[in-house]
C-alpha cells in the first residue's frame, strides 16, 4: 500500500494497523475518509481456495462478527462530520456484512448507509450495485467475492 500512495503521490494518507481493542483517539473525528478492509472468513475467495470452504465453522463467524463490529465502532471515531466510512470484507457471508453493518447503523444514529451508485458511477462501475451495498461475485463478475458497505457520517 505504501508504494501505491508513493506513485500516486499523495501525501495525507495516514495507514495504522489496528488492534482489535485499540480506540484510535489521536484521529479522533478528523478523518475524510477511513476504510476497515475487516478480518473475516475469506469465503470469497473459495474460487482460488477450494479448500478453506471445509475451516469456515459457525463459531469462527461468530467471533469474526464481535471482531468486525468491534474495529467498525472504535474507527468509526476517526470520521469527522460528512467524511465517509467504508466497511469492506472478502466474505459473502451475511453475518459478516449486512449484519454488521445494519447493526453499526442501529446503535450509531450519528452516520448513514449511502447509495453506493451515486459513488461507483463516477468510475462507471454503478452497474456492479444491485441494492444498498456494494458487492462483487465469482459467479457473475469472475472475481474473489467482495463487500463493502459505504456510510457518511451525518453528526
Not at 467471533?63 to 476517526?78: F, G, H, M, P, T
Request: hydrophobic share 40%; glycine share 6%.
Amino acid at each position: 500500500m505504501r508504494k501505491r500512495i508513493k506513485r500516486a503521490g499523495a501525501d495525507t494518507i495516514r495507514i495504522k494497523t489496528v488492534l482489535e481493542d485499540e480506540s484510535p483517539v489521536e484521529f479522533h473525528n478528523e478523518a475524510d475518509f477511513v476504510l476497515v478492509d475487516a478480518p473475516c472468513s475469506g469465503t470469497g475467495t473459495i474460487r482460488r481456495n477450494p479448500g478453506m470452504k471445509w475451516s469456515v465453522t459457525p463459531i469462527m463467524i461468530d467471533e469474526l462478527r464481535v471482531k468486525q463490529a468491534k474495529i467498525l465502532s472504535n474507527y468509526a471515531q476517526c470520521v469527522k462530520v460528512n467524511g465517509t466510512i467504508v466497511y469492506a470484507t472478502c466474505s459473502l457471508m451475511k453475518e459478516e456484512n449486512e449484519e454488521v453493518v445494519e447493526s453499526f447503523l442501529a446503535s450509531h444514529p450519528g452516520f448513514a448507509l449511502r447509495d453506493p451508485k451515486e459513488v461507483l458511477a463516477r468510475y462507471n462501475l454503478d452497474t456492479l450495485v444491485n441494492n444498498r451495498y456494494f458487492r462483487l461475485l465469482p459467479h457473475h463478475q469472475g472475481t474473489d467475492g467482495f463487500f463493502a458497505a459505504i456510510m457518511k457520517r451525518t453528526q
